[in-house]
T-cell receptor, first 113, second 112 residues
Framework: DQQVKQNSPSLSVQEGRISILNCDYTNSMFDYFLWYKKYPAEGPTFLISISSIKDKNEDGRFTVFLNKSAKHLSLHIVPSQPGDSAVYFCAASEGTGGFKTIFGAGTRLFVKA | KAGVTQTPRYLIKTRGQQVTLSCSPISGHRSVSWYQQTPGQGLQFLFEYFSETQRNKGNFPGRFSGRQFSNSRSEMNVSTLELGDSALYLC???????????FGPGTRLTVL
């Protein structure tokens, strides 16, 4: 029962262009969403989050969009850089504390120079 | 501030054995969660401890267990190892009131 789905296992983008990573969820009780980035041999690192009361959150080159009616969120990286090449995990939870966080399977992003 | 540390980083065991993994959270973090990462499955939630109490549990068999000590350090134990237990085991810590988790580098377990 995958409550958080990342249907694209990999994505390849040219340096300088936009990277769009997608994530769908099934549990309507989720109200807090996060993106993590993971390099090989390292643990995931927090990238950006969004609460369900918002539909957009921006942090530098990274923007997360949330469409609650479609139960869909996306991460936009503009412009993409070779150092962005990593596995990106989408995660969701009920509330901002005290509840387990459910992760998607991850999308491997390749940014070509 | 030191990050989350996990020991050992790599481990090779054989079927039927048991293993104990250790996690030291960031200073001041009282919550520790454990995840299993396998190719194509992403991060599967195992359990979360807060102030020495298991607060949440994922859908794993009873062979997987954990505990947390008064200094917030946590251990995870897997008994009667199976080949399918080969994975990267990640530990994450956070302060009690926020949902941002900080991950350790993981322990790579290989079961032969």
């Amino acid at each position: 029962d995958q409550q958080v789905k990342q249907n694209s296992p990999s994505l390849s983008v040219q340096e300088g262009r936009i990277s769009i990573l997608n994530c769908d969820y099934t549990n309507s009780m989720f109200d807090y969403f996060l993106w993590y980035k993971k390099y090989p041999a390292e643990g995931p690192t927090f990238l950006i989050s969004i609460s369900s009361i918002k539909d957009k959150n921006e942090d530098g080159r990274f923007t997360v969009f949330l469409n609650k009616s479609a139960k869909h969120l996306s991460l936009h990286i503009v412009p993409s850089q070779p150092g962005d090449s990593a596995v990106y995990f989408c995660a969701a939870s009920e509330g901002t504390g005290g509840f387990k966080t459910i992760f998607g399977a991850g999308t491997r992003l390749f940014v070509k120079a | 501030k030191a990050g989350v540390t996990q020991t050992p980083r790599y481990l090779i065991k054989t079927r039927g054995q048991q293993v104990t993994l250790s996690c030291s959270p960031i200073s001041g973090h009282r919550s520790v969660s454990w995840y299993q990462q396998t190719p194509g499955q992403g991060l599967q939630f195992l359990f979360e401890y807060f102030s020495e109490t298991q607060r949440n549990k994922g859908n794993f068999p009873g062979r997987f267990s954990g505990r947390q000590f008064s200094n917030s350090r946590s251990e995870m134990n897997v008994s009667t190892l199976e080949l399918g237990d080969s994975a990267l085991y990640l530990c994450a810590s956070r302060r009690g009131g926020t949902d941002t988790q900080y991950f350790g580098p993981g322990t790579r377990l290989t079961v032969l």
